[in-house]
């Protein structure tokens, strides 16, 4: 997929990409829910599903305020 590729290609120069860790929870629990499956299942599924060397972070909100604090310029945030 292009989308994983480019995001490969920015580990490679140095990115760091983290993944909410509230925001699965709620969206996968939601997604089991309408689907009437397990949420636990579902939640491990898309953890499983993560990238290598993309973080799960407790909260994206206070990921990205302390990568701020410690020098990032730029920040792209998407719901």
Do not use: T
């Not at 993560?50 to 719901?79: D, H, K, M, T």
């Amino acid at each position: 997929m292009p989308v994983i590729q480019g995001i490969k290609d920015m580990q490679k120069r140095g990115a760091m990409f983290c993944v909410c860790h509230l925001a699965m929870a709620v969206y996968s629990g939601a997604i089991a829910e309408k689907m009437v499956l397990d949420p636990k299942i579902v939640y491990q599924e898309w953890v499983d599903a993560v990238e290598p060397g993309i973080q799960i972070v407790p909260s994206g909100v206070w990921a990205l305020g302390r990568a701020q604090e410690n020098g990032c310029g730029y920040v792209f945030a998407s719901n």
